[in-house]
């Protein structure tokens, strides 16, 4: 049998003492062991019905102390204020200024290579100053009308006329010699270190044909 606390027998026995009953000396322990006995009712004189013992307050339980928190993994921890922009943005951010600077490039002034010069535009720049800007003649004979091949029967011949010029034909016969006509100066340049071939075959397709 459990033993009962001193110090709920001490509370009884003043508990005791307060009403009258007697609460001086201990009641025999029912063990036998002559340890103190529970708290038992003493019946009240004339037979009347015991008064209950008062029942021993609980003991207040002494709380335990409160375990220390325990970390936050790093995937959980506030990582502090953000930027409010998306990683993946960041490159594009980057990529803007030079795509700026492209697109604002393609709309200026740029230098194409010149051109391929028409036929016109040949005898227009090597021919016009002596035979005139539309063949007429002037300082050299005339192209316009058909003169060209009238000069020249064989194209190649004309062709040969121009790359080679006057300077060695001076005073001697030049085209068709039906025509009778003689290199008096020896003023037509050759052009046979300032145009390409193909050039000179266009120039003199044009004086033959469109002049």
């Known amino acids: 049998?459990?033993?009962?606390?001193e110090y709920l027998?001490?509370?009884?026995?003043?508990?005791?003492a307060a009403l009258g009953l007697g609460g001086?000396?201990?009641?025999?322990?029912?063990?036998?062991?002559?340890?103190?006995a529970p708290a038992v009712a003493a019946e009240p004189a004339g037979g009347g019905v015991a008064a209950p013992a008062a029942p021993a307050p609980a003991r207040a339980a002494k709380a335990a102390?409160?375990?220390?928190?325990?970390?936050?993994?790093?995937?959980v921890r506030d990582p502090g204020p953000k930027s409010g922009i998306p990683y993946w943005i960041m490159p594009i951010l980057l990529i803007l200024p030079l795509w700026a600077i492209l697109?604002?490039?393609?709309?200026?002034?740029?230098?194409?290579?010149?051109?391929?010069p028409t036929p016109q535009q040949l005898y227009a720049s090597n021919c016009a100053s002596c035979h005139g800007a539309r063949?007429?003649?002037?300082?050299?004979?005339?192209?316009?009308?058909?003169?060209?091949?009238?000069?020249?029967?064989?194209?190649?011949?004309?062709?040969?006329?121009?790359?080679?010029?006057?300077?060695t034909k001076r005073g001697q016969p030049y085209g068709d010699p039906?025509?009778?006509?003689?290199?008096?100066?020896?003023?037509m340049p050759g052009f046979a270190g300032r145009l390409s071939d193909a050039e000179i075959a266009q120039v003199v397709a044009y004086e033959r044909n469109n002049l």
Do not use: I
């Open 1 to 5: 049998m459990t033993q009962v606390p």
């Open 9 to 16: 027998l001490e509370r009884s026995r003043a508990r005791r």
């Open 24 to 36: 001086d000396a201990p009641p025999p322990s029912p063990s036998g062991d002559g340890g103190p």
């Open 65 to 75: 102390p409160a375990a220390p928190a325990a970390p936050l993994p790093d995937y």
């Open 103 to 116: 697109y604002m490039g393609s709309f200026g002034d740029r230098v194409l290579p010149d051109a391929a």
């Open 135 to 167: 063949g007429e003649g002037g300082v050299g004979p005339a192209m316009a009308g058909g003169e060209a091949k009238l000069t020249f029967p064989n194209e190649e011949d004309h062709v040969t006329w121009v790359k080679e010029g006057s300077s």
């Open 178 to 187: 039906a025509r009778g006509r003689v290199a008096t100066s020896g003023g």
